[in-house]
């Protein structure tokens, strides 16, 4: 039987833990008898539990927790965050779009081949940021927080390889860092990476392209062992667009003397930002912003510097997608406009009312800048379906926002998320909130709109982008809803909750529940 998504409004908390272990069995795809075989019970008993009806002690919740893959309770642990979210509400004002995720993370794997001191600006306090710099930290790099968004870091003679961060690489897409490091041994092991759980990641296109600088890469349980003799420009053609691939080949080739040429590189922002900081470093790369780069590597990096981080896109289409699915007036300010383009014409095309304003440069001087205005608007399925590409078509990560705005439109959208094997499967999760959404396989679903969304209680899943799209839903679901364990979206927009509240949105910060 499908869960309702309601929960009782003076729900006890063990009916509230009850509610939970459904939907998470649910999820999986398991049925009471499955969950009983598991822990070693009886089908009555799981039963009881999920009406609250069971007396559970720690072992036992820890047991569930770990055959259903996620954490039950916290027992007044901070670290466990919910958010409680009064939807059907109007938003208004204007809000600023914050620094990129993308680019600062990248940026933070960089620096690795400067000896002198980075002082890095418009870097977002988020789980990411924080992962990253723990990995930092782990092989002996010093990095300080001198202002609220700026940090300063500072890397060794002799990179410590005895405190690797192992947790923390184990949950990021870290082998970004591998390009660096190449620069401080000739031969080292290294974690296998993770991030967001949307299907298998490769890093076919970091292994291959590194292949040709003389760098051999072998993939074992655990980790990859990474060893050369010697370093070498070469000619890259990037085995497929990927944004890391090409970073972690451009950062590598920063510091190999010659000539290197990387073909088939995606001219992505944080692709750019990267560019951008070695080039203060005092490397010269020509055709940033194409798809050809050519790297003139040195062999020392030694210099003193500032360098600004870029605006983030995928916070501006956020915003752009909050404005759109609660009906209101909002503007959204510092949108890197080169990076939203295709979004903004296909939502025009849709029905969608938005005005821009003048064009001005960010702080990094490179980035060009407009505001961005949404009104209320009648919108209608596009004709065609919407997918992904790379860079100059619609960024992997704004597709999932279509997702609640097809749910306002009029007809049937078929949304294509043809990157990952699992994502989409998140895309049913706003069913739960009375969407109408049918997958057609791991890679498309269709939402039939519009629909009018009702407040529900959703876990958040384990990625940040199908995260952030429920939060929007409701935003604009009539009730109150509550999203659960909301560290995948921490994980990339800082202080959400609040930035919400300010412009109308009435959500509440609820810890350790």
């Known amino acids: 039987m499908k869960s309702s998504g309601k929960t009782p409004k003076k729900a006890s908390k063990a009916v509230e833990v009850g509610y939970l272990i459904r939907e998470l069995r649910e999820k999986r795809g398991m049925t009471q008898g499955d969950l009983a075989k598991a822990l070693q019970t009886s089908q009555s008993a799981v039963a009881r539990m999920e009406k609250g009806d069971q007396n559970m002690t720690l072992e036992q919740l820890s047991k569930i927790s770990e055959v259903l893959d996620r954490k039950i309770v916290s027992l007044g642990n901070a670290d466990t965050v919910d958010f409680e979210i009064e939807g059907g509400r109007k938003l208004h004002g204007s809000i600023a779009t914050n620094m990129s995720k993308n680019g600062a993370i990248n940026m933070l794997c960089a620096t690795l081949v400067n000896a002198g001191k980075t002082t890095l600006h418009g870097i977002p306090k ?73 299907g298998e990641r490769t890093i076919a296109a970091h292994k291959y392209g590194l292949e040709y600088f003389g760098v051999h890469i072998e993939t074992k349980e655990t980790q990859y062992e990474i060893s050369y003799d010697a370093l070498k420009p070469a000619t890259v053609p990037l085995y497929e667009s990927s944004d890391t691939g090409a970073i972690n080949i451009i950062i590598a080739a920063s510091r190999i003397p010659g000539k290197t040429v990387i073909k088939f590189a995606p001219p992505n922002y944080q692709v750019r930002d990267v560019c951008y900081l070695l080039q203060k470093y005092g490397v ?9 780069l050519t790297i003139h590597g040195v062999k020392d990096i030694n210099v003193n510097i500032e360098h600004w981080n870029s605006e983030d896109p995928i916070e501006s289409m956020f915003f752009i997608t909050a404005g759109i699915v609660t009906k209101s007036k909002l503007t959204i300010t510092r949108c890197p406009i080169e990076f939203l383009e295709l979004e903004c014409e296909k939502l025009k095309r849709m029905g969608q009312k938005l005005t821009f304003g003048k064009e001005y440069r960010s702080y990094n001087n490179e980035t060009t800048l407009v505001d961005i205005t949404v009104y209320p608007s009648k919108l209608v399925a596009p004709h065609d379906k919407l997918h992904a590409l790379p860079f100059p078509g619609i960024n992997m990560d704004n597709l999932p926002f279509f997702v609640p705005i097809a749910c306002m439109a009029e007809g049937t959208t078929l949304i294509h998320d043809w990157v990952y094997e699992n994502r989409a499967i998140y895309f049913t999760e706003l069913n739960r909130l009375g969407a109408d959404i ?33 939060l929007i839903a409701m935003l604009a679901a009539e009730g109150t809803s509550r999203l659960r364990n909301v560290y995948s979206i921490k994980r990339g927009y800082e202080e959400i909750a609040e930035r919400l509240n300010s412009i109308g949105a009435k959500i509440t910060v609820l810890t350790g529940m």
Not at 155 to 163: E, L
Not at 447 to 469: D, N
Request: glycine content about 8%; charged content about 20%; some cysteine.
């Open 438 to 470: 049918k997958l057609v396989d791991p890679h498309r679903a269709f939402v039939t709109g519009p629909k009018q969304l009702k407040g529900a209680q959703i876990v958040s899943p384990p990625a940040l982008r199908p995260t952030a799209i429920i």
């Open 284 to 292: 010269q790369i020509d055709g940033i912003g194409t798809t050809t």
């Open 126 to 198: 988020i789980e990411e940021v924080f992962r990253y710099i723990e990995i930092l930290e782990g092989f002996g790099v010093s990095v300080k927080w001198i202002a609220h968004n700026s940090l300063e870091v500072n890397v060794p003679k002799k990179i410590n390889w005895s405190t690797m961060h192992k947790d923390a690489m184990a949950r990021t897409r870290s082998f970004t860092f591998v390009g660096g490091l190449l620069h401080h041994a000739k031969k080292f092991n290294y974690p296998h990476s993770g991030g967001c759980k949307m």
